[in-house]
């Protein structure tokens, strides 16, 4: 950038300690001032750039005061930096100051900074929303990105996408999509971003297609036999991304996300067919287990059948004993002949009745 442009946003921070060594403050400074120049923002950073501070303070309309300690706001030039542009925002509503902090609190922050914007550089979405935020002031639109070149953002939306940062990833996506229709990659990432998953190998994890095979088996059942059926529907349970992603890829990259698709199909296909024979297992358990429960029932009858039984041959034999003992007195110490006689009949019906009970 040449001295006579203007710049977006002055970015100020401790360059070096005590010790003249590099400090802490502008590694953060450094990402900061990358990811801002690659969406198209105009930096002005003392490190990268040669216009006058002064100038560039004037010319901005965003102001960025980065530190990750507290003895840095008292570091010059740093200090005069940034009482500079605290001064700037004071006079001019228009502008903005913005302090980007890490491992502060803010009783440690001077008040001049406090009473303007405070970010937390440790936040997983502090680079997403600082550049919404910083956007959104130099371009006075709620738009993010349409100007920055699409494999530019690409790169941002693999970067949300590995911070799990979806809902940004997202964003971004529909940028692309609105200003390259045809732009698969777009749509393959807005389909990851939907679906929470950071890249394609997170789409073919176990639980992820283990987690689309109970969808479709809870919708249409765990049957996969008519595969031209399974298929359409997977299609459909995918989305529109997924489909335009195919359609508009080409070459190398059509057959990599073909081979994707093809390997995360198969793998719902035969995860639901698992199911499937999960079922007709647990079918098959729940059969066996109810004749198991009726053999046992029949069991338990014939015991109590047979107990009953013995009970009443118990106190028939019993019964037929003390007859039996009546009568031999009565015949063999009284002589009685009919005594004799009953003795026989009691003892035909004692056999019978063993007999009887044996059936």
């Known amino acids: 950038m040449s001295p006579d442009e203007k710049y977006d946003v002055f970015m100020c921070c401790r360059l070096t300690d005590e010790n003249n060594c590099t400090a802490p403050d502008k590694e953060y400074a450094d990402e900061i001032y990358d990811q801002l120049t690659i969406e198209g923002v105009r930096v002005y950073y003392a490190p990268v750039s040669e216009a006058n501070a002064e ?42 100051l913005i302090t980007c902090v890490k491992g502060i609190g803010s009783q440690q922050i001077p008040q001049e900074l406090l009473d303007n914007m405070v970010r937390d550089i440790s936040r997983i979405d502090f680079l997403t929303e600082l550049i919404r935020s910083i956007k959104k002031l130099t371009e006075s639109s709620d738009e993010v990105g349409l100007s920055t070149p699409p494999e530019n953002l690409l790169k941002r939306i693999e970067d949300f996408l590995e911070a799990e940062d979806f809902e940004a990833a997202a964003e971004y996506c ?16 807005s389909f990851l971003a939907d679906r929470g998953l950071r890249d394609e190998n997170d789409l073919l994890l176990e639980e992820v297609i283990d987690g689309f095979a109970c969808e479709y088996a809870e919708s249409f059942g765990a049957d996969v036999s008519d595969d031209e059926f399974f298929r359409r529907t997977i299609a459909d349970m995918l989305g529109n991304d997924m489909r ?48 198991r429960i009726i ?21 028939f034999l019993t019964y037929m004993s003390v007859i039996l003992i009546v009568l031999t007195v009565l015949a063999v110490k009284y002589g009685f002949v009919w005594a004799i006689i009953l003795i026989v009949i009691v003892f035909a019906i004692t056999v019978l009745g063993i007999a009887g009970l044996e059936k």
């Open 295 to 315: 053999h046992e029932r029949e069991q338990s009858e014939r015991a109590a059948a047979k107990l009953k039984k013995q009970r009443i041959r118990t106190r």
């Open 55 to 96: 100038a560039a303070i004037s010319q901005a309309k965003v102001y960025l005061v980065i530190a990750s300690d507290k003895e840095s706001f008292s570091a010059e030039p740093f200090r005069k930096e940034w009482i500079s542009c605290a001064e700037e925002v004071r006079r001019n509503d228009d502008k903005k």
């Open 174 to 189: 529909r940028l692309i999509k609105e200003a390259s229709p045809q732009n698969w990659q777009a749509y393959y990432y």
């Open 244 to 291: 335009r992603a195919l359609e508009y890829s080409s070459g190398d990259d059509r057959l990599r996300l073909a081979t994707v698709y093809e390997r995360f199909v198969s793998g719902v296909q035969d995860a639901v067919f698992a199911i499937e024979q999960q079922e007709i297992d647990g079918e098959e358990k729940k059969e066996f287990e109810k004749l």
